[in-house]
């Protein structure tokens, strides 16, 4: 059973330019959460997703962020016109039930980095 | 002020050293408490949680939680140089436990 796969694991891109993370989530799981884990930081949540809505988006940027989870295929997390700013690794994690006290399992993560 | 507090160390100790890891937090809404370990260039990884004062133990972990000084510490025995990482503490409330807010992690050095 695969765990949370996050690609790419690495992506450059240059400033102005879009970058898309994918997460699929582990089997059976239809809840999705992506975080960011600036350098020296802890990581900080960004937006929770169940299949085909956004239930809290309240650690988003107001702009150039957005998130959407399909009905099939994989999360995306979305960034236009990026800054060196958004250089930063990217987490998602997933469940199989909104109450998640007990922790949940993050994916690999991806490395963005903005030139 | 963040919500919650952790030494960002390094923190650096011989095999076999009983290692204590601590996060103050300041939100006594908090109600559910986890451990994660991250190495380097990986993705943070669940060690522990529990969600009432006292201790949990599992293995050589013990986590431990006191609500009335909004203070938790993870203990770890006889240490390895493969418990080498970057431990995280993470807590959520009740009304909205998928949210968890994140220490900003201690680097833990076991020298062979």
């Known amino acids: 059973n695969a765990g949370v796969m996050q690609n790419p694991r690495h992506l450059v891109r240059r400033r102005g330019q879009e970058a898309r993370l994918r997460c699929s989530p582990m089997?059976?799981?239809?809840?999705v959460y992506w975080y960011r884990q600036l350098p020296e930081e802890g990581l900080k949540f960004m937006v929770y997703l169940q299949k085909e809505n956004i239930i809290d988006e309240s650690g988003m940027p107001k702009e150039r962020f957005s998130a959407e989870f399909p009905k099939e295929g994989p999360s995306i997390l979305r960034i236009q016109q990026v800054v060196r700013g958004d250089s930063a690794a990217y987490f998602c994690?997933?469940?199989?039930?909104?109450?998640?006290?007990?922790?949940?399992?993050f994916g690999s993560g991806t490395r963005l980095t903005v030139v | 002020q963040k919500e919650v507090e952790q030494d960002p160390g390094p923190l650096s100790v011989p095999e076999g050293a009983i290692v204590s890891l601590n996060c103050t937090y300041s939100?006594?809404?908090?109600?559910?408490f986890m451990w994660y370990r991250q190495y380097s260039r990986k993705g943070p990884e669940l060690l522990m949680y529990?969600?009432?004062?006292g201790n949990k133990e599992d293995g050589r972990f013990t986590a431990q939680v006191d609500k009335s000084s909004k203070y938790i510490s993870l203990f770890i025995r006889d240490s390895q140089p493969s418990d080498s990482a970057t431990y995280l503490c993470a807590m959520s409330v009740g009304d909205s436990s998928y949210k968890l807010i994140f220490g900003s992690g201690t680097r833990l050095l076991v020298r062979p």
């Open positions: 939100n006594s809404a908090f109600q559910y």
């Open positions: 529990t969600y009432s004062s």
């Open positions: 994690a997933s469940s199989h039930t909104p109450e998640t006290y007990y922790g949940y399992t």
């Open positions: 089997k059976g799981h239809s809840h």
